[in-house]
């Protein structure tokens, strides 16, 4: 059974209050009286979601895998779907070329890459490997993100699957944890990183940050095992 998000404010709480998430140097029960505001939680569990996810390994969060076929002709396109490269799991494109409709996997790339890519024969894209690109479009109100396929094909369809971005954290018993219970510990030890900075214990702020890292990193290794 997925966990609750409410469960999760109540973990995070006790969390706060029990001296075995800390070394025994800290005193054990110094801080069980600790007043963070429910703010000041929410706040920390949003924060903590976002590293998180920026984070981990792809495979955790297929419950966030989302499809689209973007029904576009042209090889440039503006949407506010997709926030970054990093979030684009595959990108299909199809297309015509001499009466011929092709469909092909295109590599994906940040748009910072393409003159990286232009300028070195090996990376550059062809109509056999394409290449998408993309990027934040600066100055733009709806923070859209800009897409482009190189080399300027003939385009029909692109078929995308791609992480969304999932809603912020409450305290609502009806909604599930969607990043799965695998991710649990390190939610709860980024959120303690940031509740103690707020009250000012770097000390105790860098030790939760760590035990976070470190559960990524052993999350990871399931899937890059040679980190």
Do not use: C
Not at 113 to 131: A, G, I, R, W
Not at 180 to 204: I, M, V
């Amino acid at each position: 059974m997925a966990t609750k998000q409410s469960d999760i404010f109540e973990m995070l709480r006790r969390s706060m209050e029990e001296p075995t998430i800390y070394d025994a140097s800290f005193g054990g029960l110094a801080d069980a009286n600790n007043n963070f505001s429910y703010d000041e939680k929410k706040d920390s569990l949003r924060k903590s979601q976002n590293f998180v996810l920026s984070s981990v390994d792809n495979n955790y969060l297929t419950s966030l895998y989302t499809s689209k076929t973007f029904a576009t002709t042209s090889a440039t396109f503006s949407t506010s779907e997709i926030l970054s490269a990093d979030d684009i799991i595959s990108a299909k494109v199809t297309y015509t070329a001499d009466g011929v409709v092709t469909s092909t996997y295109a590599e994906v790339h940040r748009i910072e890459d393409k003159l990286k890519h232009f300028n070195n024969d090996y990376l550059k894209p062809t109509s056999e490997y394409p290449v998408m690109y993309v990027g934040s479009l600066t100055g733009v109100a709806d923070g859209s993100t800009k897409v482009v396929i190189d080399p300027s094909l003939n385009i029909t369809a692109i078929e995308m699957t791609y992480l969304q971005e999932p809603d912020a954290l409450i305290d609502d018993n009806s909604k599930d944890y969607i990043l799965g219970d695998e991710t649990l510990n390190a939610l709860l030890y980024f959120a303690e990183a940031e509740l103690w900075s707020y009250d000012n214990k770097p000390t105790r702020s860098k030790l939760a940050y760590e035990k976070g890292n470190k559960e990524i990193e052993t999350l990871n290794e399931r899937f890059n095992p040679e980190l």
